[in-house]
Structures are given as C-alpha cells and as structure tokens.
C-alpha cells in the first residue's frame, strides 16, 4: 500500500494515527509543510519500506522506532530542522538539517559534561 501526499501544501503535525496503518508499505509525504515531531507510532508499521518527509519543517529527535524498522530500505528526511540522525542511514538521508552532528557529518555534536 501507498500513501503519497507529496506537494500538497498540507500543515500541521504529522498524523500519529498513520502508525495504525499495518499495510502501509510506502509513505510520502514530502515538499509540504509539516512541522512538529516524527510520531512514534510510525515504528509500528513493520512493513514500510520506504519513507519520505522531506522538504518539510519537521523538528526534534528522529524516533529509536524507526530504527526498528527492519523492512526500512528508503529514508529521506532532508530538509527539515532535525537535531539527531539514525546511524543506519547514509548521510544523503539527511542533507540540510543543521542540528545534525556526528557522523556522517563533519560537525562535532555538543558534549553532555
């Protein structure tokens, strides 16, 4: 299953009840205008394969769910306002989040001390 929202100019926060759609293999949902956080409850779809949010105003942390996600052979968070990538993922997965550090990424991430 499908779902491709992709440059429809939509807003708001992603929805979290897209994480009850267990048949979804595919989600698109790039060049709009999402803010807000990367639901959670999109760890629950174990069949998707591919996901797309970029080009939106997405923030915070991208979830550990996703990295969960065993069938997750495509990820594009791209420009977004993302702050902590997933280390399964090439750097190209992220371009143009300026919190990101560490690697991939030539930035060194803040120390916690």
Known sequence: TILNLSSNQLTGVIPPSL???DKLRILNLFNNHFSGNIPLTLGKIVQLEQLDFSFNNI???IPNTLQELHSLSSLNLSFNMLDRQMSTFE???YLENPGFC???FDKE???NS
């Open 109 to 111: 991430c803040p120390s």
């Open 19 to 21: 994480g009850e759609s």
């Open 102 to 104: 560490g690697k991939p």
């Open 59 to 61: 923030t915070g942390h």
């Open 91 to 93: 750097k190209s997965s």
